[in-house]
């Protein structure tokens, strides 16, 4: 496992960590009506858009976030990354199978346990990268749910989970479940743990570009966009 990158202690001390498949494996659903290179690019592409919103807020306002962490065996992926001043951390990637849920969470678990051992962050908000209509205020609007140790934002069906903020003693205790299920999942292992949470709707948020439906429904202008190399 290897970290790259610089970074200050800063208050408040929230990080964003967001796990990214490697690009040859993004999007298999849309195989239908998108070629692999299709795939790889709208991927690559989500990606930056996620990095950009997030830079783009630190930036906008200073101390809202300590940083970003990005989890991926794809190198290529934690390239872009560093270039967009995101801290890295390469899983395994000879390991690797984002195929398998359990090992997306894998990585998740050691990459919060290593952020935990470079700095000290009081919050942590995980964010997937496949949700093509989310804008700074929806992060802002995430990030100042602080009633409960744990907010979860569900997909539109509420069986995924679009969004995890966590206090650090709860990211440190608990197991991400992120997967088909996930958001049930996560309510589960909250409840074993006692840890006290609440959900969050947020339309923006809770559509995850997952399905061939689900690109169907973006602009078309939106879907040129993100087609685009």
């Known amino acids: 496992m290897q970290i790259f990158g610089n970074f200050e202690d800063s208050l408040p001390r929230i990080w964003a960590l967001i796990p990214a498949k490697p690009l040859s494996e993004a999007k298999s659903r849309l ?12 991927a690559l592409n989500l990606f930056r858009h996620t990095l950009l919103i997030l830079q783009n807020l ?54 919060t346990i290593y952020l935990d051992t470079i700095t000290h962050f009081d919050r942590i ?41 966590l206090t650090h003693q709860a990211a440190i205790e608990m197991i991400y479940c992120f997967g088909e299920t ?19 709707y947020n339309p923006a948020l809770a559509f995850d570009l997952d399905r061939i439906e689900d690109f169907l429904r973006l602009p078309e202008t939106l879907r040129t966009q993100l087609l685009e190399e």
């Open 31 to 42: 195989s239908p009506i998108l070629t692999p290179n299709q795939r790889a690019t709208l």
């Open 58 to 111: 630190i930036k906008a306002e200073p101390g809202i976030l300590a940083g970003v962490l990005v989890v991926s065996s794809d190198q290529s992926l934690l390239e872009v990354a560093q270039d967009l001043n995101a801290l890295t951390y390469l899983a395994h990637p000879e390991t690797a199978d984002y195929r398998e849920q359990g090992q997306l969470n894998r990585d998740l678990r050691a990459a």
């Open 125 to 165: 908000l995980i964010l997937p990268t496949d949700l093509p209509l989310i804008a700074p205020s929806d992060v802002r609007e995430l990030l100042s749910a602080t009633q409960t140790e744990a907010t979860l934002v569900p997909d539109h069906a509420r069986r995924g989970t679009n969004g995890l903020y």
């Open 182 to 200: 996930s958001f049930e999942g996560h309510q589960q292992e909250l409840l074993s743990r006692n840890i006290s949470y609440r959900e969050q």
